[in-house]
Every structure is written in C-alpha cells, then in structure tokens.
Nanobody, 125 residues
Framework: DVQLQASGGGLVQAGGSLRLSCAATGLTFDDYAIGWFRQAAEKEREVVSCFSRSDGTLYYKESVKGRFTISSDNAKNTVYLQMNSLKPDDTAVYYC??????????????????WGQGTLVTVSS
C-alpha cells in the first residue's frame, strides 16, 4: 500500500526559500514516477514538477524553472522540492503524488494514483 506524507510548508516572504519533503512508503523510486502538484485558492490543481527514474524524465512547470528543484533520497525514501526565489503566485497547497512508472506518460497527461495530504505554502509580498 503506497502512502505519501508531505511536509515542509509554511509562511515565507517573497524571495525566500522552502524545502518540501514527501516521505514515501510502499514504493521504490525505480518503479514509480513521483510528482509535486499545487492548488491555489479558487484555481485548478496544476503539476509543478515530476520525475520518473525508470525512463530518466524530469519535468518542471515553466514558471518554476530555475527556481524549483526536485530530488530524491533513496535511503530515506523521500522526495524533496527545493523552492527558491519564491513569489506570491507560488502560494498554494502543495501535494506529492505517485504512479507506477509503467503508467507514466508525461507530467501533464498521467493520472497519478496515490496522493499525500497537502502542505500549505504561503508567500507574502
């Protein structure tokens, strides 16, 4: 049974940094694609970043390229989202999600099947 636990959100001033963590159980990163998503108030959920180790793909939403970095720690079975140069537009609830790699067809096309609870990121101006 795949379980994901997201943490690390908080309140930060514009220009600041946060690192989100997603602790995973019941999966290995070799067999699953992992994604970070966010949903701002009154907006649809959007994909922020994904990686699939099985085929080496890495995706970043255009507006976060150069500011956000996704990484993983196999020993801790944890995925991170390092967020730098944060902007008020980055304010949202952030979620991590997973899907078996064999079903991964790209960040914006894949239906992720396992979701963690969200962690709120608030960026003040």
């Amino acid at each position: 049974d795949v379980q994901l636990q997201a943490s690390g959100g908080g309140l930060v001033q514009a220009g600041g940094s946060l690192r989100l963590s997603c602790a995973a159980t019941g999966l290995t990163f070799d067999d699953y694609a992992i994604g970070w998503f966010r949903q701002a108030a009154e907006k649809e959920r959007e994909v922020v970043s994904c990686f699939s180790r099985s085929d080496g793909t890495l995706y970043y939403k255009e507006s976060v390229k150069g500011r956000f970095t996704i990484s993983s720690d196999n020993a801790k079975n944890t995925v991170y989202l390092q967020m730098n140069s944060l902007k008020p537009d980055d304010t949202a609830v952030y979620y991590c999600a997973a899907v078996p790699a064999k079903y991964y067809i790209g960040a914006t096309m894949t239906k992720f099947t396992s979701w963690g609870q969200g962690t709120l990121v608030t960026v003040s101006s």
